[in-house]
Structure formats: structure tokens, C-alpha cells
């Protein structure tokens, strides 16, 4: 399973990104799958709350037998080659603090594409 994550730089709400990820999770890996890879797509905090999970959930994950990896990708690169990164599950955070944020091109890009995506707004 592969799941793009991304945000605002406003977000700061380390437990609703905790609980956003893991109900990507949750909601769509298959008993089959045997590894979890997280793309994130910035901006840092982020990416530092998505190398924390992944560091604190490592334990877990071993004991169901499921590698888990992050990559650090650069937005505009998986705007434009979406396709390419065969991703499963998008998951937008944003901070209420920028309200411009209900139009998102990468979420547009994803339902385009069929790829279910989930946007919190906190």
C-alpha cells in the first residue's frame, strides 16, 4: 500500500494527523499487503510528523510482518506525474488558518485518477 500525505504549513495538530493516518491505514490495507510505504509531500512539519509515525508505529508493524518505508517527494513532482507514483490513498492536512485551502489541486488530481483521499482541516 502507498499513501500520499501533504499539507499546509499552518497544520500543527500532531493527534489528528496521527489519527488521519492511521485511518488510511486501517480503512485500506488488504491482509495481503506486506508493506505500507508513505509518501510525503510536504511542507516540513509534515514530514517530520510522518518520519515520527513511521519511527513509532515501526514496532507494530513488524509484529503483522509489514515493512514500512517513507520517502520524501516534492509536491509539484507528484502534481504533475501523479500516475507514476501508483499511489492508494491521498490524505490532505490543513490548518483552519488558511482559508483558501477548499480547492486543492492534488486532491482534484486524485479523484480524477479515481484514487480514494481524505482532507482534514483543523
Do not use: C, H, W
Not at 510505504?37 to 515501526?58: C, D, H, M
Not at 513532482?77 to 485551502?101: A, C, H, Q, T
Amino acid at each position: 500500500m502507498r499513501i500520499l500525505v501533504y499539507g499546509t504549513k499552518k497544520f500543527e495538530d500532531y493527534p489528528t494527523f496521527m489519527r488521519g493516518l492511521v485511518v488510511a491505514i486501517e480503512e485500506n490495507l488488504v491482509i495481503q499487503d506486506n508493506r505500507i510505504e508513505v509518501l510525503t509531500a510536504g511542507p516540513q512539519k509534515i514530514n517530520a510528523y510522518t518520519a515520527e509515525f513511521i519511527n513509532r508505529s515501526e514496532g507494530y508493524f513488524k509484529q503483522k510482518k509489514i515493512k514500512t518505508k517513507f520517502l520524501r517527494i516534492k509536491y509539484e513532482d507528484v502534481l504533475n506525474n501523479m500516475e507514476e507514483y501508483e499511489i492508494d490513498y491521498v490524505v490532505s492536512f490543513n490548518s483552519k488558518g488558511d482559508p483558501d485551502r477548499f480547492f486543492d489541486s492534488m486532491l482534484s488530481k486524485a479523484e480524477k485518477l479515481n484514487i480514494p483521499a481524505s482532507y482534514y482541516r483543523f
